[in-house]
Structures are given as C-alpha cells and as structure tokens.
C-alpha cells in the first residue's frame, strides 16, 4: 500500500486503547484522523504523533457532531468513558456517547461510504451467568443499575451499528473487548491495573474490592489493537467478536503478582465491592481464532512488567 492511500478516523483516539490504534495505524502507512474531546483521554497520548504527517487531531466531542473534510476509508468508534470510575461520574456524557455519539460516528461512515467498526465491550454481558463468555450469550444486565450508564449504552449502540447495517447496507463491524491494559492508561482512571501499579510503587495499601475471588482476564493493549485491527479488514466476519484474554486470574492474586512485580511492600487493604461488579468474567474466543486466525501473544506477566516499566518511567503522571 503507498503511504497515506488510506485514512481511518479513530474516535476516542487520544485514550488509552485509541492511541495505541493510531500509533500501530500510522506504522502500517494509514493516514490517522483522530478526534477526542479528553474528558478521559490525554493530549500526552497522542503528542508524540502530532508532528507525523500523516496524522491530524481534531478535538471534538462526538456527542454534539463533527464532520470530516476529504475521504474516508474506516471509522473506528471508541469515544466513551471505559473505567467504571469514569463512567459513573460522567453517567450521562457515556450515554449520550454510546447513543448520540455513535449516531454521528455511523452518519460519517455511511457519508463517506467507510467501513464502521465499533468497540463494544465484556460488559455487554453484565454480570454472566454464562461462562466463559460465548458472543452467543445474551447477557445479565441490571438496566437500572449504576453501571447500566455504560452497559446499556454499549448494548444500545451494539443495535444501532446493526440497524445501520440493516437499513443502510453500511460494512459495519463490533468487537466486544475484554479487560485489556498496557501504558497509557491513566494512572487516576481507577481501573484495577493502574491503581494497583500506582499503590505498589507508592507504597500503599493495594485496595481490592470484597475478598478479590472475582475474576477478570486481561489482555494486552498489542494484542487487543492487533484483534481490532483484523476485524476492521476481515473479508467474512462482522462480529460481535470477543477479544480478550484467555487466562482467568482472581482480583487478589492479580494485586499479589504486581505486588510482587513491583518489589512493594504494599499491604493488601479489602474494600467495599461496587454494586453489579462482575463476579466471573473470561472470553470464550474461538470465533476470534477461527474467523481472524487470533490468539493473544503476550503473557500477563510480560504484559504488566512492561506496563510497570511505563508507569516508572512516566513518574510524572503518578504525581511523584
Ligand atoms: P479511555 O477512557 O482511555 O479512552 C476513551 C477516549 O474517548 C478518551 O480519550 C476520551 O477522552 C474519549 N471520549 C470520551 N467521550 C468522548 C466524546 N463524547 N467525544 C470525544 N471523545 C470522547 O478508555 P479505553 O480503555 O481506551 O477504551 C476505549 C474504548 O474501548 C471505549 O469505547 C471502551 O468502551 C472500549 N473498551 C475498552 C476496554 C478496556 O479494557 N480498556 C474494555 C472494553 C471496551
Ligand atoms: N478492583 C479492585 N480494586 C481497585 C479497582 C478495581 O479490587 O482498586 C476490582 C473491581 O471491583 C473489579 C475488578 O477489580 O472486580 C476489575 O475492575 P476494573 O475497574 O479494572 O474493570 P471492570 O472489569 O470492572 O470494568
């Protein structure tokens, strides 16, 4: 492909996953329009690539519209807070995101007659009763919950993505990502990873939620960006496909092993479990492997050693 032939926008490209997309984007010879408003995201994401040619930020919040000059190849549309922290204080900016801004993100895509990828996530699934996780399942959702702000959005834009690609033929794709985590999450954004990593190096107590036997499976953001990616171009899968880690670990032994990573001291402190957290949560990915060939490389412990050299190296945002 000639350099720049293609261009893809990223919304919510100035986040955490949505940076390492426009990096790995701009690597492979994509131009890249990333547009983000940073309510949670940071410019320091995406200032690295500001001076690349190929790359154009445009700050805007999807919700209230946007449009693009010149063509457009893909959409992928990631703006919407991630981290439960986020999402609960910003409830109805993440249901407007899920709704309106994915509305204005499918217009764009059907204007300029662009593939649609939405990033959907595990969360569709609630609290499962189904596990692992099948796309298949139809999931365990309190609609009226304090994490239905997030849960229902996703699962609202998931219909709307599949109206649009009903009603108006557009090739639109969903990928629903599980826990994933790498450099570039905020150190302040409350999801487990970052805040175990941040108390650790501090010294402090790790806080795990209720008596940590719940599970996640987490997946480095390389492997995450790499399934995205191979969805966006797949020639006979849509989705819904899961991308997500395939080894489960409780919450506690997570906090032990980045404790131990780290070299801390940290004591671990319990606290009080959040309403609706998941209690079981793993992908069952072989639709990924099967239709996209994919698998994640990266084992936790390398992934979270080199998420904890990145976290040391950019002391600055753990506010030493
Ligand atoms: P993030 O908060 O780091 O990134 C989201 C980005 O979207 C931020 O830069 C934020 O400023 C931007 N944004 C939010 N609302 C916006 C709006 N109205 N207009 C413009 N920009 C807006 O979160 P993340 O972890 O990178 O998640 C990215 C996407 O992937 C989200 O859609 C999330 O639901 C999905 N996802 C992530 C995970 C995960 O483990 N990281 C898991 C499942 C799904
Ligand atoms: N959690 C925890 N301590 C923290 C932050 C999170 O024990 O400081 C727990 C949380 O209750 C959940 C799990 O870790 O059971 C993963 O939470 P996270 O916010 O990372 O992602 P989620 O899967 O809930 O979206």
Known sequence: MTQYEERVVVTGGGGFVGSHLCERLLREGFAVVCIDDFSTGSVCNVEPLDGHSGFQLLEADVSTGFDIRGAVDAVLHLASP???VDYLRRPLETMRAGSTGTQHALDLACRKGARFLL???SEVYGDPQVH???ESYWGHVNPVGPRSVYDEAKRFSEALTVAHRDARGLDARIVRIFNTFGPHMRADDGRMIPNFIRQAIAG?????AGDGSQTRSLCYVSDTVDGILRLLWAPGEQGPVNIGGIHEMTVLATAEMIRSLVGSSSSIEF???PQDD?????PDISRAERSLGWRPAVSIEAGIKRTIDWFLENSILLGS
């Open 82 to 84: 991630a981290s439960p």
């Open 119 to 121: 990033a959907s996530t």
């Open 132 to 134: 692992p996780q099948p």
């Open 204 to 208: 402090e107590p790790l806080t795990v």
């Open 271 to 273: 606290v009080a479990r």
């Open 278 to 282: 998941p209690g079981l949560r793993r």
